[in-house]
């Protein structure tokens, strides 16, 4: 027989142990680490699903690729900008925006918001006119109708499409001086909120308005832009376009991606991810004493046959290896066991939504290939190395009476 130490393991754990106590022990490890595995595998694959679904809520709030001025506000020489634009084949459509903090007024009630102004082309980049969910979307007909972002319309209590109510937007006037009158502090217009749209806590306090209105509140010239924000035909190319614009732009442009905008988001989204695989690893640490306790307590039990196994001439290091075998086999026991029983879990939520964060979102799980590996291999690096160290049982232990 090639290996008679891996024989005598797996007899050690598929045999019927001399007491029922350690036939207890040796299966309670396999059990503990089923679920501490199903478990982490479960954590995991909700956390992956939660970072789908945060890609989906933000995936039309920032642009494949956003362009500024590497210093001060205002886009210069758009005219050459929008050539460059135009002639890369990579870019599906582009629009001007130009945002900035605003005072907005209605009945008395006030607060501070950001206005974005955007042209006719800013729903082909960003389809904002899609999650609209009461009164439409600006017409760009008048330069004053305006969507608004729900908590910012429900704090002032603006009712929507209506001529005869209008809020007042107050920009103020950069420079020095004395201030005569109340036309120096502050330029104002009247506003009319066409519709409402979520903020999805990315653009809470935001209003969305024609260019124009952004430009004559701020004295801007006809034509101006502080970024343009691009629809790519393929995102996954986002950092070669990005690559090709600056070298044809030069410098004075910035350029960012999407992941680039949203850097401190998925940050944090990682981090939580990182604390909460630390913890289960954690869990699947001290769950191997479990595994520690079932080798030390098999070693007692079978001390009389191991006494018999050395007289007979097997070399200490094969007895060693029983042990440490056994150990390893109750380790890809319980992992595969809970990785079938994680994904039984997940695919039960998957198909029932039985699980849910409130009334209306289900946990959002998501099973892929690389949440198996990370799994499996935390587990079984702490399960061999457990095992290795409580298998080196010494000679004079099993040879004293």
């Given at each position: 027989?090639?290996n008679i130490a891996f024989y005598i393991a797996s007899r050690y754990l598929l045999a019927k142990k001399g007491s029922t106590a350690v036939t207890f022990i040796t299966w309670l490890?396999?059990?503990?680490?089923?679920?501490?595995?199903?478990?982490?595998?479960?954590?995991?694959?909700?956390?992956?699903?939660?970072?789908?679904?945060?890609?989906?809520?933000?995936?039309?709030?920032?642009?494949?690729?956003?362009?500024?001025?590497?210093?001060?506000?205002?886009?210069?020489?758009?005219?050459?900008?929008?050539?460059?634009?135009?002639?890369?084949?990579?870019?599906?459509?582009?629009?001007?925006?130009?945002?900035?903090?605003?005072?907005?007024?209605f009945n008395g009630k006030g607060d501070i918001a950001y206005l974005r102004g955007v042209d006719s082309a800013y729903t082909k980049v960003n389809p904002i006119n899609k999650d609209v969910f009461f009164g439409v979307y600006p017409s760009f007909k008048y330069s004053n109708e305006v969507l608004m972002e729900n908590n910012l319309?429900?704090?002032?209590?603006?009712?929507?499409?209506?001529?005869?109510?209008?809020?007042?937007?107050?920009?103020?006037?950069?420079?020095?001086?004395?201030?005569?009158?109340?036309?120096?502090?502050?330029?104002?217009?009247?506003?009319?909120?066409?519709?409402?749209?979520?903020?999805?806590?990315?653009?809470?306090?935001?209003?969305?308005?024609?260019?124009?209105?952004?430009?004559?509140?701020?004295?801007?010239?006809?034509?101006?832009?502080?970024?343009?924000?691009?629809?790519?035909?393929?995102?996954?190319?986002?950092?070669?376009?990005?690559?090709?614009?600056?070298?044809?732009?030069?410098?004075?442009?910035?350029?960012?991606?999407?992941?680039?905008?949203?850097?401190?988001?998925?940050?944090?989204?990682?981090?939580?991810?990182?604390?909460?695989?630390?913890?289960?690893?954690?869990?699947?640490?001290?769950?191997?004493?479990?595994?520690?306790?079932?080798?030390?307590?098999?070693?007692?039990?079978?001390?009389?046959?191991?006494?018999?196994?050395?007289?007979?001439?097997?070399?200490?290091?094969?007895?060693?290896?029983?042990?440490?075998?056994?150990?390893?086999?109750?380790?890809?026991?319980?992992?595969?066991?809970?990785?079938?029983?994680?994904?039984?879990?997940?695919?039960?939520?998957?198909?029932?939504?039985?699980?849910?964060?409130?009334?209306?979102?289900?946990?959002?799980?998501?099973?892929?290939?690389?949440?198996?590996?990370?799994?499996?291999?935390?587990?079984?690096?702490?399960?061999?190395?457990?095992?290795?160290?409580?298998?080196?049982?010494?000679?004079?232990?099993?040879?004293?009476?």
């Amino acid at each position: 027989m090639k290996n008679i130490a891996f024989y005598i393991a797996s007899r050690y754990l598929l045999a019927k142990k001399g007491s029922t106590a350690v036939t207890f022990i040796t299966w309670l490890a396999v059990g503990a680490m089923t679920v501490a595995v199903a478990a982490m595998f479960v954590i995991i694959s909700v956390f992956s699903g939660l970072e789908n679904l945060n890609k989906d809520l933000i995936s039309n709030l920032h642009a494949d690729l956003t362009l500024k001025n590497a210093t001060g506000k205002t886009i210069k020489d758009l005219g050459k900008v929008t050539e460059v634009l135009k002639a890369n084949k990579e870019i599906l459509s582009f629009s001007r925006v130009i945002e900035e903090k605003v005072y907005i007024n209605f009945n008395g009630k006030g607060d501070i918001a950001y206005l974005r102004g955007v042209d006719s082309a800013y729903t082909k980049v960003n389809p904002i006119n899609k999650d609209v969910f009461f009164g439409v979307y600006p017409s760009f007909k008048y330069s004053n109708e305006v969507l608004m972002e729900n908590n910012l319309d429900n704090r002032l209590s603006i009712p929507i499409d209506s001529s005869n109510h209008y809020a007042t937007i107050f920009m103020p006037k950069p420079g020095t001086g004395i201030i005569n009158k109340e036309e120096d502090i502050y330029n104002k217009r009247d506003i009319l909120v066409t519709g409402v749209f979520p903020g999805k806590d990315q653009l809470d306090n935001y209003i969305i308005s024609p260019i124009e209105l952004a430009e004559e509140l701020l004295s801007l010239p006809k034509k101006s832009a502080y970024q343009i924000v691009i629809k790519l035909k393929n995102p996954e190319n986002a950092d070669m376009v990005k690559q090709n614009l600056l070298s044809s732009l030069g410098k004075t442009i910035q350029i960012k991606t999407k992941e680039e905008e949203n850097a401190a988001f998925w940050k944090m989204i990682n981090t939580e991810k990182m604390f909460i695989y630390l913890i289960f690893a954690l869990v699947i640490f001290i769950t191997t004493f479990n595994l520690a306790g079932a080798i030390i307590i098999l070693q007692l039990d079978k001390k009389e046959q191991a006494k018999s196994l050395i007289s007979l001439g097997l070399p200490l290091s094969h007895l060693r290896k029983i042990y440490f075998y056994t150990g390893i086999l109750i380790v890809i026991s319980g992992v595969v066991t809970g990785l079938i029983l994680g994904t039984a879990l997940c695919y039960f939520q998957l198909y029932t939504e039985f699980f849910r964060a409130n009334d209306v979102l289900p946990f959002p799980v998501k099973i892929v290939g690389q949440n198996y590996l990370i799994v499996a291999c935390t587990a079984s690096l702490f399960g061999v190395a457990i095992s290795w160290f409580f298998s080196k049982i010494s000679k004079d232990y099993i040879t004293k009476n």
